[in-house]
């Protein structure tokens, strides 16, 4: 496990408790409260009581509307006269393509060409327009800069923007409204916008409760950053984590320095059965970028793998797993 | 769709309102209160507003542990003291296993030979002892029946025991408590447990709600029954809703005929591609004999298919769904 936590505030970002409150006002009347499940046999499994946010029931599949929304129900008449633009490996791009039909705007969408079918038609379900690009970081970046350039729309980027990682803050806001006791939190970690807003909404609401990120062994900048100390990037990757193939963002990765208790490597085979251990025992579909954060649990030490400390009531410890998305090719679960 | 509507009261159960709160009140803490979900895309389809009540996503995966907890937590010690024995296409067995479990009795499960094998793990997960039989009806029936006789164990029936409808009437119940003003309820039916308790359990809140009961052409003795007037029975089925397979009781036909308000048949495909559908959109594993309840709505129709009149508000059909299940090899979703 990675862990560089630094005393210095985290000045990239003005994501604050108000401003998690005022996304959750905004977003609120537009996306599910999303129901938090357990299963008695996965408990059982990693001797510890589970809670699990299943924002893969979320509109458009994933969390993604939280901060999508957010960004583009903030916008100003002027800003928004264009249209948004982003970049996004799908379950963004599909957000994005959703809150902007809310708004009646077009949503312009730069998705990789090996982006799953089943993410390239959700976008197109909502009206956006997709624009194909090279697999790589650098490709998506570029392309969605120059249309922003030629068309005036408005950049809303997957996690480099403080009201993204506002709304995506708002799942953990839900999260701790109803289990007010957790003692920890894992997430999926790719760009850091989930990340870092489950740190801001959590820490916000009780500052004791530790969060961890869980990253795929072949996306591994995350826990590298935070190892080194230096922000580490990533052309490209090929985990079966479409979701998790971006990098650290200065924002995002000055937040986790400050605020996350650890990153935890998760492989590819432990992954993908996850996510069938999830489909057979609590019936739900999630997508591999999300079952990575249940998957370290499922490991011979369960909840042991992070070193928590024992709770005060004599009780297993209580953890939340938010289940980012459920967007996958049915074919994937065989 | 067949109806046939009588006046006479249904004075071959005692469930009424008091004994579904009662048996709620019993199995309350046991029992998930089980999710409401919505589907937007879901909506658009069916021309209606639905709401699906998830006992897929329950302990043991159905809402037969409704029932099967009611009615073991209800007996004696002396009447438990040589444990339980029930006949069960799978589901009803899991849950009595459980159950039993909870109290701390053996249970006995006949099961058809030809049950799907997560449903036979599920059994043994929760402890219960599997007897194989043949798969008709009249076998089961005879093998627990023989059970019973030389063990002294209490007689668990899936469905033709007032304590069972009673227990399954609680969806029903929690339905409407939640969507107070739901137009209709449609479920899947069989021996007629779930839809008979939810006749009961619905009208007994809301006098004016509709009850529809879903059913495999393949398995279509409700149907017959409810058409000729007499109960109809049927040895087997091959259809793939393998929780489907049974026949009404005199009980629960005589419920059904005083209270439902229409049985609908669906094809075996559209079975299979409502489980599809809802596994693409709403990211729920449900089995097939828990899809044929939305299977209607999906028709070029929609909603038009259940005839019912407008609602006062002018706004599109209140309907719930009750998902009874989730049990299914993940083979089975290709």
Chains 1, 2 share one sequence.
């Not at 109803?178 to 820490?203: H, M, Q, R, Y």
Request: glycine fraction near 8%.
């Amino acid at each position: 496990m990675a862990s560089s936590k630094q005393t210095t505030s985290h000045k990239l970002t003005s994501v604050d408790a108000r401003a998690i409150a005022e996304a959750h006002n905004r977003i609120q009347p537009h996306i599910h409260r999303t129901p938090i499940l357990t299963s008695q046999s996965l408990n059982t499994i990693a001797g510890a009581q589970l809670f699990f946010k299943c924002e893969n029931l979320q509109k458009t599949g994933s969390f993604k509307i939280r901060g999508a929304s957010n960004a583009i129900l903030s916008l100003t008449d002027r800003e928004a006269a264009n249209g948004v633009v982003t970049h996004s490996s799908g379950n963004h791009g599909a957000a994005v393509a959703c809150a902007a039909s809310w708004r009646g705007i077009p949503a312009r969408i730069v998705m990789p060409h090996n982006a799953p079918a089943v993410k390239c038609r959700a976008v197109e379900s909502y009206g956006g327009e997709i624009l194909f690009c090279e697999a790589k970081v650098s490709s998506r970046m570029a392309m969605a800069a120059r249309i922003q350039a030629e068309t005036g729309a408005a950049m809303i980027h997957p996690y480099d923007d403080d009201r993204i990682i506002a709304g995506q803050a708002t799942a953990a806001k839900e999260f701790l409204e109803e289990i007010s006791d957790l003692d920890a939190l894992l997430t999926p970690v790719s760009g850091g916008g989930l990340l870092s807003g489950t740190c801001l909404g959590a820490k916000s609401l009780r500052e004791d409760v530790h969060v961890f990120g869980c990253e795929p062994e072949r996306a591994d900048d995350a826990y590298r950053s935070l190892k080194t100390g230096e922000l580490q990037t990533m052309e490209s990757s090929d985990t079966i984590a479409d979701g998790l193939r971006a990098s650290l963002s200065q924002r995002t990765f000055a937040i986790l320095r400050t605020l996350v208790d650890g990153i935890v490597l998760v492989t590819e085979e432990e992954i993908i059965s996850a996510a069938r251990l999830v489909a057979e025992r609590m019936k739900l579909i999630v997508e591999p970028s999300s079952s990575i954060a249940i998957a370290p649990l499922l490991r011979p030490k369960g909840v042991g793998v992070l070193n928590l400390p024992a709770r005060k009531d004599g009780k297993p410890l209580k953890i939340g797993i938010i289940f980012s998305g459920g967007n996958v090719d049915l074919a994937g679960l065989r």
